[in-house]
């Protein structure tokens, strides 16, 4: 890695683990620094917000869903989740929280190191570079119009932009990238995560459906993502 190190802060309560971690991400260039608590993290976070987060669900009083809320009210980083709970429920809903990414317990380090790369990866490439979208996209004309500009990452609805996390954007943008198109979940998977994920599809139906709370009109009636049942999403524009 060249230039400034990238500031990744451990959100870990079990000693023994955060500090190989904190050993062997530093040993992959990042300016690592740690908490053993979800306020701990949160203070952290709110004196110098890092570039991206690893965090335990099972923190004590303030678990992991909570923490990873409250930085997503603020702050659009990349957040991987490491914890030993395996369940489907667990994993979506630390998604449904805000993650980006889940690894479960045991893992290797390499995989956290790897996954942490595609991450940094997607902070700065933007929409993959095969699937261009074009300078302005109108996706709802119906004003105040629904505005995607992929190149300078925004997306407004009249005047207003609307907050969408990079996983939500990197989604809207592949969707927008042939309007009409359906994309499978495995499709989607490949093209916005890269790195292949954990292989649970369902990941897709979580971040579609927090995409659709902030560009649906009606986020129950959607007409902008619309589902294809049994073969995956498609983009209409109105």
């Known amino acids: ?55 335990d669900l099972m923190l004590g009083s303030m678990d992991g869903f909570t923490v990873i809320r409250e930085v997503r009210r603020e702050h659009d980083l990349p957040i991987i989740v490491v914890s030993a709970r395996a369940d489907t429920d667990d994993i979506v809903a630390a998604l449904e929280a805000g993650a980006d990414d889940y690894v479960t317990k045991p893992f290797q380090v390499k995989e956290i190191t790897a996954r942490l790369r595609a991450l940094r990866r997607r902070a700065t490439s933007g929409t993959p570079a095969n699937h261009p979208v074009p300078e302005e996209v109108v996706l709802d004309s119906t004003l105040p119009a629904l505005v995607l500009r992929e ?24 969707l927008a990238s042939a309007p009409g198109r359906v994309f499978s979940r495995q499709v989607l998977l490949e093209r916005v995560w890269e790195h292949g994920f954990f292989g649970d599809e369902r990941i897709v139906d979580v971040h579609i459906r927090r995409l659709r709370t902030k560009v649906e009109r009606d986020p129950g009636a959607p007409r902008v993502v619309v589902t294809v049942r049994g073969l995956g999403y498609r983009l209409d524009q109105r």
């Open 1 to 55: 890695m060249t230039g400034v190190a990238p500031r990744l802060l451990v959100v870990e309560d079990d000693d023994p683990i955060r500090t190989a971690l904190r050993w062997a991400l530093e040993d992959e260039g990042y300016d690592v620094g740690e908490a053993a608590s979800g306020e701990e993290a949160l203070a952290a976070v709110g004196v110098t917000p890092p570039d991206l987060m690893v965090v």
């Open 151 to 174: 190149a300078a990452g925004t997306v407004h609805r009249g005047g207003e932009q609307v907050p969408l996390t990079l996983t939500e954007f990197r989604l809207l943008c592949e």
